[in-house]
């Protein structure tokens, strides 16, 4: 069975701060996916990042990175110079090797300040 | 990128009445559609998997005779609540994958639909 832990309900950031999100996870499958969505009020899912059980690289996607630990099964989601706009929950989420289901994590709201 | 179009984007019933929601894929072929339902401040739950053509499958303690789920074609996924109640009052959204299931293939979500049963 997969499980996806994010221990962090809620943080402050300020503004232009870089900000670090928890994500640890369990699963028996050999390759698997890791996700980052971000949920705004309008509740929409926006897709911001994904690293694949091989990749030899940590993740990039302009400013949000994912350090990877694949040894300490954690995928921490890297927000650099929060903005006020990046105000919103943020879900790390895992799929298996075979597809399938996206199983998501408890989430972690982030509130930017000035 | 691939479009995921959900609605009605919110509906407010009464008690007993039927819901129809639906999901449709704008720009490529959705083989797999995941129905999820979300509770205030909290986690996606996932309620079912549709694939094209056949019967959706449910997750351990979701109604299938409640949450009726049919996905008729390659871009739209329905799901009814049937004679719902206050307490199926939430937030649902869809998701979309293409032909392929690799575990790297992102999915697509609709914009979601908020559910108030009176």
């Known amino acids: 069975a997969q499980k996806i832990t994010q221990t962090q309900p809620g943080m402050f950031v300020q503004e232009k701060e870089a900000v670090t999100l928890d994500c640890t996870y369990d699963?028996?499958?050999?390759?698997?996916?890791l996700f980052w969505y971000k949920q705004p009020s309008s509740g929409e899912m926006i897709f911001l990042i994904y690293q694949g059980s091989y990749d030899q690289q940590n993740a990039t996607e302009g400013r949000y990175s994912l350090n990877f630990q694949k040894a300490r099964k954690s995928a921490n989601l890297v927000i650099s110079a929060s903005q006020l706009g990046d105000s919103a929950m943020y879900f790390c989420?895992?799929?298996?090797?075979?597809?399938?289901?996206?199983?998501f994590g408890a989430g972690t709201q982030v509130v930017v300040t000035p | 990128g691939a479009v995921v179009s959900q609605h009605p984007s919110w509906v407010i019933c009464k008690s007993g009445t039927s819901v129809k929601i639906e999901c449709r894929s704008l720009d490529f072929q959705a083989t797999t559609m995941f129905w999820y339902r979300q509770f205030p401040k909290q986690s996606l739950m996932l309620m079912a998997t549709?694939?094209?053509?056949?019967?959706?499958?449910?997750e351990q303690g979701v109604e299938k005779d409640k949450f009726l789920i049919n996905h008729a074609s390659l871009t739209l996924s329905t799901l009814t609540v049937t004679s719902a109640h206050p307490e199926d009052s939430s937030f649902y959204i869809c998701?979309?994958?293409?032909?392929?299931?690799?575990?790297?293939?992102?999915?697509?979500f609709g914009s979601g639909t908020q559910l108030s049963v009176l």
């Open positions: 699963t028996s499958d050999p390759s698997y996916g």
């Open positions: 549709s694939n094209e053509g056949s019967k959706a499958t449910y």
């Open positions: 989420a895992m799929r298996g090797a075979f597809g399938g289901k996206l199983q």
């Open positions: 998701s979309a994958t293409g032909t392929g299931s690799r575990s790297n293939e992102k999915l697509f």
